[in-house]
């Protein structure tokens, strides 16, 4: 008899040490999946506390509106303008690049290529996501631009023009990705009703397919720019790393990324007002590709939802 | 479309019009395949010619020397020591993490506002651009922590960027596991972890592989957020070695080491005037491309084993 209880308590004692564990490792699980909301949190706790103390030497109004970046002059400015316009410029560039490559070839993949050509197509397109920016960097400074000045002489060595190209090329295997994935989403039968009424593939595409895909095409291009505005190291290449408010593509300029990696590169004075100026430069970019990023998303989710 | 009253009778014109479609119709397919064939032709051209140019360097001597003034001597010894070193810390950060927090969203997490709130945050953290990242390392590691310089920071950094990608491949491998496997196992007795740890996780792990190789080589080739934190860009001397022949024959005094890492060299070889210094960039890049290259074409090809393996 005494024997059944001791066991029966060692099988008790046994499941509470299991159950202490199993609660132990949920808990260290929780623990890891928090990381994800700190890391958010460091970002913006970071930029922000960073760049409160340069927000307090130059005004905010400044900040946004003046159209001079100096800080490495005697009479230092501190306005953001060029370095955005620099931004803009080349992702516009690069979206005229990349916006017609994509979406064609995302519509031939999706509904022209031989079940074959596709399965050989999609994968090169991801490997192509994997090279690193540093190396179309190289293309850029080295391989473009010597090209382009081929054609237009007065070209300068740092110009927004090749490095523009360069990131329109690397991003085409992304938005044809995304903008693909969209498009195989929509029904086949809606499809076959549009063949059935006698359309040829390119009608389909273009009437049925397209428009109904199009909020997951529209994320495509959003997230694209995103991936644009965010880039580095194929800017700091080979756009120069001179602020200058133009929005000539023949010109050399800053973005606001090689911004921060040219500051990095100096020697960085801890607390001096050109370290606090990238977290505000930051802090720009970052507002810039969140809003976009959650935008794109959401864009994408509701045509997810929809099928 | 265009098909009204009046061109109902004209059968010709029916007939035009058909031909006219049919006729775009072909002409797109000729435009589709002439842009993708030319993508891959300009792609192709690049790589080769990063390859041709960088062919001279290709020695024993490029991985054995240290980068130096005069471009023919140098080499990428410090910056490939200092690759492996950042990436053991970022595998041995990132991966443990990243699947934790990938078992957690998918078989703990009770669906409410917490999981949301995560997986909202993996999904943007996924989208911020990398240098953002070396910001925060720059603030938080470099600084508030005190950590320096050194191969810690890189590799936390790194870390910072690949665990989203390991998380969101962890999740994707887990969900696509029937539920019978996991009753199957709660039948006999198992506890939640068990099942999670014996069962899940096993048929997972293809998809959780894909998804560390997919990341590790996107660590390889970050090159801004390394040089935000303010990595060297000439280094000529290797951090101490992390095995030692003294008991307990490991040191880690190399995480607190500065170092400079390929992507850096790349960089600095290619900003410099000299014609010399930019083949020692191509071969640099070679080198760069063909391990992502072929560590993505490994992840891809596992995920594409799987997907037609496992039929369940």
Known sequence: ?307 | MAINDQNIKDLNAIRKLIKQHKKNDSIFAGVGLFVIATLAVALLVLFLDLVIDGYPKMNLDFFSNFPSRKAEGAGILSAWVGSSLVLIVTFFVAVPMGVAAGIYLEEYAKKGWFADLIEINVANLAGVPSIIYGLLALGLFVYEFGLGQSILTAGLTLSLLMLPIVIVSTREAIRAIPVHIREAAYAVGATKWQVTLHHVLQYAMGGVLTGIIIGMARAIGETAPVITIGALTFIAFLPPSPVTDVVPFINFAWLDAGFTVLPIQMFNWISRPEHAFHINAAATGAVIIILTLLMNGIAIKLRYNIRKKIKW
């Open chain 1, 1 to 307: 008899m005494s024997k059944t209880k001791s066991t029966v308590s060692k099988a008790l004692a046994k499941n509470i040490r299991r159950n202490f564990v199993e609660r132990l490792i949920e808990w260290a699980l929780m623990l890891s999946g928090l990381i994800a909301i700190l890391i958010t949190f460091g970002i913006v706790f970071i930029l922000v506390t960073e760049s409160i103390p340069f927000f307090e030497a130059v005004s905010i109004k400044e900040f946004l509106t003046s159209t001079i970046w100096t800080p490495n002059f005697e009479i230092k400015n501190y306005g953001i303008l060029p370095l955005v316009a620099g931004t803009v410029t080349i992702t516009g560039i690069a979206l005229l690049v990349a916006i017609p490559l994509g979406t064609i070839t995302a519509v031939y993949l999706s509904e022209f290529a031989s079940h074959k050509l596709r399965e050989t197509v999609k994968p090169i397109l991801e490997l192509l996501v994997g090279v690193p920016t540093v190396v179309f960097g190289y293309f850029a400074l080295l391989l473009v631009t010597p090209l382009l000045q081929k054609i237009y002489p007065d070209l300068p060595t740092f110009n927004m023009l090749g490095p523009g190209i360069v990131m329109g090329i690397m991003i085409v295997p992304y938005i044809a990705s995304v903008a693909e994935d969209a498009m195989r989403a929509v029904p086949m039968a809606m499809r076959e009703g549009s063949y059935a009424m006698g359309a040829t593939r390119f009608q389909t595409a273009k009437t049925v397919v397209m428009p109904a895909a199009l909020s997951g095409i529209i994320a495509a291009y959003i997230l694209a720019i995103s991936r644009g505005i965010g880039e580095t190291m194929i800017v700091a290449i080979a756009a120069g790393q001179q602020p200058n408010f133009t929005f000539n593509p023949v010109e050399s300029a800053a973005t606001i990324t090689a911004y921060i990696v040219s500051v990095a590169l100096g020697d960085l004075e801890h607390g001096g007002i050109g370290y606090q100026s990238i977290f505000a430069a930051g802090i720009v970019l970052f507002i810039m590709t969140l809003s976009l990023n959650i935008l794109g998303q959401w864009t994408r989710k509701k045509f997810t939802e929809r099928y």
